[in-house]
């Protein structure tokens, strides 16, 4: 009963670490005519929640140390209900600080749930990854997907809807309470392991492929319609396959960490997903209109087998949980940022070049330096106990 529960509250808080921001977009049109803002500042609320994920994942460290993990993933759960409830109120600066606020307990939970999957599952990290990644994934495309339907069949306007994301949070803290109300593990307060990390070669090369990914997968979240529309698709169409590219997602993201993780190394698999990723940009690039369906589902499986294995490489390279909190920490924090830059410049090039051709050219220079970070990182190789 205790597993079932452990796993259960485990599954719904990684549920809950996209919702808050993938469920802007939908809603951003009504909220910028609402709130009175102009298209750089609904822009804006997206932007300040990916940069909120890269500057605030660094204190996770201090506070796992302090509390425990499994309370500062409480902690982050009820932070981010607080944080969307609070977006709904009036005014344009509660709305950037309710979601700077989500942001940032969001960017807390990113970084401490593989530290978490070292924790409670130490056998099980390529099952348990596998399922906190598809969990995140499926709370994206569930929130992209079902926050429209929600507004209209409850009539209660975005803020409403806003609001109504707090529920599946305040779900998860009350399914994960017995593991924060437990004695946190022995050696909570030992050794600080940032050093450790900081000196490591593998940390850095396990950064570059978490930033380069992210990037990549921003991208298209941000500009992939507008290719398909501007390419001479319907709108309907290209929201479809915005859709369907990460549903494919899901079902990746569950079943490569199982496989990736049986192996001493997870090269095969890590160049394999970002071979795949070149190809859906290919795709798009060079025949946008000819089975777009195909290049979406290439697509899908590429970008999702690459933020697995990312993620399933930060919880196996290190030795112990604080290690695992640590690389996180830093391949997040970094990845974020360097990601949050993606959709920015992409957009910068489609202006100046006055087409696609630019930067698509551009996402697979990026995708060529992912090949090559992930080439390193997914090498059989450890970061070194925590210690003297």
Not at 28 to 34: A, V
Not at 181 to 187: C, K, S, T, V
Not at 357 to 371: D, F, I, K, N, S
């Amino acid at each position: 009963m205790r597993s079932a529960l452990l796993v259960a509250g485990f599954a719904l808080a990684a549920l809950n670490l996209r919702p808050a921001i993938a469920g802007i977009s939908p809603l951003l049109d009504e909220i910028m005519s609402d709130v009175g803002l102009s298209p750089a500042g609904g822009g804006a609320i997206t932007t300040v929640m990916v940069v909120c994920l890269g500057v605030f994942g660094p204190v996770t460290p201090l506070l796992a140390r302090r509390i425990g993990l499994d309370r500062t993933l409480m902690a982050g759960l009820l932070v981010i209900a607080a944080g969307v409830a609070l977006r709904g109120l009036d005014g344009a600066p509660v709305l950037y600080l309710g979601s700077a606020l989500a942001a940032t307990a969001i960017a807390v939970m990113n970084v401490s749930m593989p530290g978490v999957v070292k924790q409670h599952f130490p056998t099980r990290v390529n099952l348990l990854t596998g399922v906190y990644v598809s969990c995140v994934v499926a709370g994206a495309a569930a929130a992209s997907a079902l926050v429209i339907p929600i507004e209209h069949a409850t009539g209660y306007g975005w803020r409403g809807v806003s609001a109504l994301l707090a529920v599946p949070a305040l779900l998860a803290a009350l399914l994960w309470l017995p593991q924060a109300l437990r004695r946190q593990p022995a050696g909570q307060n030992g050794p600080r392991p940032f050093g450790t990390v900081l000196r490591s070669r593998v940390t850095w090369y396990v950064t570059a492929l978490m930033g380069l990914q992210s990037l990549t997968f921003y991208v298209m979240l941000a500009w992939l319609p507008t290719i398909f529309l501007e390419a001479g698709l319907a709108a309907d169409q290209a929201g479809y396959l915005l859709s369907l590219t990460n549903a494919v997602q899901v079902g990746t993201s569950l079943a490569v960490p199982v496989l990736a993780g049986r192996r001493a190394s997870q090269v095969p698999y890590v160049v394999g997903a970002g071979v795949l990723t070149v190809l859906g940009y290919l795709g798009m690039l060079l025949a946008p209109t000819t089975l777009p369906w195909l290049w979406m589902i290439v697509l899908g499986i590429g970008q999702g087998a690459s933020f697995a294995l990312a993620l399933l490489i930060i919880a196996l390279r290190p030795s112990d949980p604080a290690e695992v909190t640590a690389l996180s920490a830093v391949a997040q924090s970094v990845g974020y940022v360097i990601a949050a830059l993606g959709p920015l410049l992409f957009g910068f090039l489609r202006q100046v070049s006055g087409g696609w051709t630019v930067p698509l050219l551009a996402g697979l220079g990026v995708l060529a330096g992912q090949l090559v970070a992930g080439w390193f990182a997914g090498r059989p190789a450890t970061l070194g106990r925590v210690g003297p």
